[in-house]
């Protein structure tokens, strides 16, 4: 550890997700000088013009400007669903996981758990759940899909699978909902547009605030008609900014300049992911390591997570839990090639001691 401490310069190396970027000084600037007007009356020309870059980007009609990942998820389901209804969603999916039961507390939803393979829903998996007519069920009105898949590692759900879970879904009437927090990251690994991600799906939504280091900020997308009763909705749930152009300045910058640099964050992550593989006890499944994360397992060195994360702590390097036995850590823009060899080396320590 003191060699460790010589050895390595000790500025913290926070892994724990990229939700901890800080905006770049372009941003700063972009805030500082953006011209704002009261939104909740659409004249803030700052967040107008964010809304119609993102929705062009993404390739839908419309967009809404929101103030994090959860009301923007929490609002689509508000949008497109009835109280009793009944939505379909992978069973480790961030909506079902960490979003504090919001859609059935706010929206009256009930969730149906599918288990996806690494991430991935098996579109027949979704067919086999949708109900026939029957006096007894609820209505099934919407599946969401996440892409990328934060429990499952940061995995990408490919885009013929999301087209044919559209088609199923579509043909009964059922509606998609893209929960695309880091749907950049998955057009980045799979080198294609973000639009053709999410052609079918009825609603996206993605977040500004992670991987692209804005400060606040998610964008919902979809038709104008949805967006319209979306922004009604943001308002029940006190959403309604004012002169929210300040923040959107910091999201068009996120948008413009901050995509095509995530693949330094997934280049980390894979060198990262292999080297915590090679040491002895440590698992990786570098299948799922597409993107910004890395999750390992410290099972065979008999360690747990609430054991090892303090450790690593010492060393100034900051994990994410994923009790009882693993821990997720994350690439961004305020991790360099340095840091993961600094990691890989603490980590090496404290499974060796
Ligand atoms: N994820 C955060 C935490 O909530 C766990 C993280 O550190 O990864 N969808 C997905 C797929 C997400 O990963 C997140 C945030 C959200 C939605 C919610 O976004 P925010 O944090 O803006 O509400």
Request: hydrophobic letters at 40%.
């Amino acid at each position: 550890m003191e060699n460790f401490n010589k050895s390595f310069n000790l500025k913290k190396i926070d892994l724990r997700s990229d939700t901890v970027t800080l905006p770049t000084d372009e941003m700063r600037e972009a805030m500082k000088n953006a011209e704002v007007g009261d939104d909740v009356y659409k004249e803030d020309p700052t967040v107008n013009r964010l809304e119609e870059l993102a929705a062009k980007k993404l390739g839908k009609e419309a967009a809404l400007f929101i103030s994090s990942g959860t009301m923007g998820n929490l609002i689509a389901v508000l949008t497109h669903c009835q109280k009793g209804d009944e939505i379909i969603l992978e069973a480790d999916s961030h909506m079902y996981y960490y979003e504090v039961g919001g859609m059935s507390a706010v929206a009256g939803v009930i969730p149906r758990l599918i288990v996806g393979n690494k991430g991935v829903p098996n579109p027949q998996d979704i067919k086999k759940a949708f109900r026939e007519e029957n006096i007894h069920y609820p209505k099934t009105t919407l599946i969401c899909l996440e892409n990328t898949h934060n429990r499952a590692g940061g995995t990408v759900i490919p885009p013929k699978v999301t087209e044919e879970i559209c088609q199923l879904a579509h043909q009964r009437n059922i509606l998609v909902h893209l929960d695309g927090a880091r749907i950049f990251n998955a057009a980045i690994a799979l080198n294609i547009e973000p639009s053709d991600l999410v052609k079918s799906v009825d609603s996206v939504m993605f977040c500004l605030s992670k991987g692209l280091s804005a400060p606040v900020g998610s964008i919902l997308i979809g038709s104008k008609e949805f967006i319209q009763k979306a922004r009604k909705n943001r308002k029940m749930l006190g959403g309604g900014m004012r002169q929210a152009g300040i923040l959107a300045a910091a999201g068009i910058i996120a948008l413009e300049k901050m995509v095509e640099r995530l693949k330094e964050d997934h280049q980390n992550a894979r060198l990262l992911g292999i080297g915590l593989n090679a040491l002895d006890g440590l698992k990786v499944d570098l299948e799922t390591v597409q993107t910004n994360m890395v999750n390992f397992d410290l099972q065979e060195v008999g360690m747990d997570t609430a054991q090892f994360l303090p450790k690593l702590a010492k060393y100034n390097i900051l994990g994410s839990p994923r009790p009882p036995a693993k821990v997720r850590l994350v690439t961004h823009y305020g991790i360099s090639e340095e840091n993961i060899f600094t990691t890989i080396e603490a980590i090496k320590e404290i499974v060796r001691n």
